[in-house]
C-alpha cells in the first residue's frame, strides 16, 4: 500500500468521523462581524486583503472548529487569539453561521500561468511524489466538506502562507494529512494549487 493511498484513507476516515456542530444564529452575530471582524475579513467575509482568509460561504462546521482552536490556543495567531479570547461558545457558533451564509466573491488570480499545473495537482495529485489530490477532501469543486474548508476563490498569499505553516509544523490544529502534503510539495507546485484555488467559482 502506497503511502498516498494511507493519506487517502486517513482523510476518509476523518470525514467520515461524527461532525457535531453548535448551531448558531447568523442573525445574532451581524453587530458582532461588523464591530470585531470586518476590518479584517470584509463585511461580508469577502476580505480584499491577500494575506487574510476569506470566510463567506465557508464551510460552518470548519469555521467554527477554528474559532475554538484560536479561543482555546491549539491554533496559535497574534491577531486572532486575543480577539475571539472573550467571546462566548454562542458567540463563536453565530458567527460560524453568519460568514457561512454570505456568498463568495471571486478570487483574484495572480499567475495564470500557473493554472494548468495547479488544476492538475488539484485533481489528480502528484504520484512521483506521493502527493494525493486536493479534491478528495476539498471537493472538485473547492466547497469542501464539513471540518475540510473551501478553498474555492481564497486568497492566494492566504493560501500560501497556510502551505508555509503546515510544512513547518506550526499549524497544529490541522490534519497530519496536510502537513504531509505541504512538507513534499515544491514551492512552484503550492504557488500553482494555491492560484487554481483561487479562480475557482
Known amino acids: 500500500m502506497t503511502s498516498q493511498t494511507l493519506l487517502r484513507i486517513a482523510a476518509l476516515a476523518i470525514l467520515a468521523s461524527p461532525l457535531v456542530a453548535q448551531a448558531g ?3 445574532k452575530a451581524i453587530s458582532l ?3 470585531l471582524c470586518a476590518s479584517c475579513h470584509g463585511e461580508d467575509g469577502n476580505s ?3 494575506n487574510f482568509p476569506k470566510l463567506a460561504g465557508q464551510q460552518v462546521v470548519y469555521l467554527l ?3 475554538k482552536d484560536y479561543k482555546s490556543g491549539k ?3 497574534e491577531v486572532m487569539g486575543p480577539l475571539v479570547s472573550g467571546l462566548a461558545d454562542d458567540d463563536l457558533a453565530n458567527l460560524a453561521a453568519f460568514y457561512a451564509s454570505q456568498k463568495p466573491a471571486p478570487g483574484t488570480v495572480t499567475e495564470p500561468s500557473l493554472l494548468p499545473v495547479g488544476k492538475t495537482l488539484y485533481l489528480k495529485g502528484n504520484a512521483a511524489s506521493d502527493i494525493p489530490s486536493c479534491e ?6 473547492g466547497s469542501g466538506s464539513g471540518k475540510f474548508p473551501r478553498v474555492a476563490g481564497q486568497n492566494v498569499e492566504y493560501l500560501l502562507e497556510q502551505f508555509r505553516l503546515y510544512a513547518a509544523g506550526k499549524r497544529n490544529n490541522g490534519t497530519r494529512v496536510m502537513r504531509t502534503i505541504a512538507e ?4 512552484k507546485e503550492t ?3 494555491s492560484e487554481y484555488m483561487a479562480s475557482m467559482p
Open 25 to 27: 444564529d447568523a442573525s
Open 184 to 187: 513534499r510539495m515544491s514551492e
Open 65 to 67: 472548529r477554528e474559532l
Open 48 to 50: 480584499a486583503i491577500p
Open 136 to 141: 478528495s477532501c476539498h471537493e472538485v469543486d
Open 191 to 193: 504557488r500553482a494549487v
Open 33 to 35: 462581524a461588523g464591530n
Open 75 to 77: 491554533r496559535q495567531n
